[in-house]
């Protein structure tokens, strides 16, 4: 059964920082491409970073260049993908989502990922 497991969401101030985990199960996700994105209230899913399945490639959103930055450990049975979340902002507060992807294409939308997490929060307060 694949199973994409985020963590490490939270109430923190702004500055502060988060860092989120995502353990992939269920499937060999070590040439998947891994993507984070966030949902916030009233708002559409939006982009946050990637990273392709070597670790050979990543990509930001602009209002997060520069703050966060994505990592990936290719363990043999079970995947993990880090966001490491610094000097956070009140507007970062949103439901973040891992998802994974066969191709690394397209990767800020997600049309493009086949599976997804069930998310977590991450509040950032002012």
């Known amino acids: 059964q694949v199973q994409l497991v985020e963590s490490g969401g939270g109430l923190v101030q702004s500055g502060d920082s988060l860092r989120l985990s995502c353990a992939a199960s269920?499937?060999?996700?070590?040439?998947?491409?891994m993507g984070w994105f966030r949902q916030a209230p009233g708002k559409e899913r939006e982009f946050v970073a990637s990273?392709?399945?070597?670790?050979?490639?990543?990509?930001?959103a602009d209002s997060v260049k520069g703050r966060f930055a994505i990592s990936r450990d290719n363990a043999k049975n079970t995947v993990t993908v880090y966001l490491q979340m610094n000097r956070l902002k009140p507007e970062d507060t949103a439901v973040y989502y891992c998802?994974?992807?066969?191709?690394?294409?397209?990767?800020?939308?997600?049309?493009?990922?086949?599976?997804w997490g069930q998310g977590t929060q991450v509040t950032v307060s002012s």
């Open positions: 998802a994974a992807s066969r191709t690394y294409g397209n990767v800020n939308s997600p049309s493009n990922y086949e599976y």
């Open positions: 269920g499937r060999s996700f070590s040439n998947y491409a």
């Open positions: 990273i392709s399945g070597g670790a050979t490639f990543t990509s930001y």
